[in-house]
Nanobody, 126 residues
């Protein structure tokens, strides 16, 4: 069983940067994809960025060029670098993992993700 613990959220002004981290605990043998998702107040949860075990990454159009997903191969920690933040980026950000072998085909779709962290708040002020 995998456990995910996010950290690094906070409050920044528009144009600022943050780095989110997701520590991974437990048996990761069947972790085929990991990703970041977010949910703003009153909105559905949406995909942000995902990464498969072959290092293929996918980004939602609204974060391309501003956010970068990466993973420390030794520790397994997943990161999300958020640059040029905008007020619309304000949301709870969640780390998730998928044990579906072909999860990479889903790009930033959250359907194959079956383990979730508790979330971390990112607030961007104008």
């Amino acid at each position: 069983q995998v456990q995910l613990v996010e950290s690094g959220g906070g409050s920044v002004q528009a144009g600022g940067s943050l780095t989110l981290s997701c520590e991974v605990y437990g048996n990761t043998e069947f972790n085929y994809c990991m990703g970041w998702f977010r949910q703003a107040p009153g909105k559905e949860r949406e995909g942000v960025a995902t990464r498969a075990t072959d290092s293929t990454t996918h980004y939602a159009d609204y974060v391309k060029g501003r956010f970068t997903i990466s993973q420390d191969s030794a520790k397994g920690t997943l990161y999300l670098q958020l640059n040029s933040l905008e007020p619309d980026d304000t949301a709870m950000y969640y780390c998730a993992s998928s044990s579906l072998r072909f999860c990479g085909r889903y790009e930033v779709d959250q359907r194959p993700y079956n383990t979730w962290g508790q979330g971390v708040q990112v607030t961007v002020s104008s």
